[in-house]
């Protein structure tokens, strides 16, 4: 358990689907990402929040859309995904401390998202 | 630019055996690095991190890694492994003037044999 929650653990849906991924800690950390795991390619960072603030899109389709209401929760709303969407999708959150490169993220456990 | 590459993408060894995993990095600023286990259908769990002082590094599960800052590297190690050590592990960086983003190296899987 590294304090960081994930939910759904797996999700199926349609490419006409509406749905969205949740990511909670109560670590007290203040940055917090979205990362992409696809079989055979390394992890991909997709966003990134700090003090609820995005910093970073790394070129990621409208299609995927994040949210960020506040430093404990993160939200990534899919719509009209591809089946090359389906991947390992897995959220982390670290401590961000301004002009000290802090230092470990905390990774949930995932989103196994299957589009069919 | 920094970029982390991993030399193995699968590393078979016996029960027992002594393992090393390999990791080179390319940074232009100074660097905390980290290794990463994830087991199947897992999120990633950390094994080890170096962020200054002493080279040597312990972590969990018997693992150690050493930076080496002249030869780039943050190789990890360990003595003896057993069949529970089957994974994928990842090496990761963050440059101390970043926003803590972690890039991570393509994975190598440690696949431990009986």
């Known amino acids: 358990e590294t304090g960081v929650t994930q939910t759904p653990r797996h999700l199926v849906m349609g490419m006409t689907n509406k749905k969205s991924l949740k990511c909670e800690q109560h670590?007290?950390?203040?940055?917090m990402y979205w990362y992409k795991q696809s079989a055979k390619k390394p992890l991909e960072l997709m966003f990134v929040?700090?003090?609820?603030?995005?910093?970073e899109n790394n070129s990621v389709p409208s299609r995927f859309s994040p949210e960020c209401p506040n430093s404990s929760h993160l939200f990534l709303h899919l719509h009209t995904l591809q089946p090359e969407d389906s991947a390992l999708y897995l959220c982390?959150?670290?401590?961000?401390?301004?002009?000290?490169?802090?230092?470990?993220?905390?990774f949930g456990q995932g989103t196994r998202l299957t589009v069919v | 630019a920094q970029s982390v590459t991993q030399l193995d993408s699968q590393v078979p060894v016996f029960e027992e055996a002594p393992v090393e995993l390999r990791c080179n990095y390319s940074?232009?600023?100074?660097?905390?690095l980290f290794w990463y286990v994830q087991y199947p259908n897992q999120g990633l769990q950390l094994l080890l991190k170096?962020?200054?002082?002493?080279?040597l590094v312990k972590g969990i599960n018997g693992f150690e890694a050493e930076f080496n800052k002249s030869q780039t590297s943050f190789h990890l190690r360990k003595p003896s492994v057993h069949i529970s050590d089957t994974a994928e592990y990842f090496c990761?960086?963050?440059?101390?003037?970043?926003?803590?983003?972690?890039?991570f190296g393509q994975g190598t899987t440690l696949q431990v044999k009986p």
């Open positions: 990761a960086l963050h440059g101390s003037s970043n926003t803590g983003k972690l890039i």
């Open positions: 929040y700090n003090f609820k603030e995005q910093t």
């Open positions: 170096y962020l200054s002082g002493s080279t």
């Open positions: 982390a959150s670290s401590p961000r401390i301004p002009g000290q490169g802090n230092t470990e993220a905390f």
């Open positions: 670590l007290g950390h203040n940055a």
């Open positions: 940074s232009s600023v100074s660097v905390y």
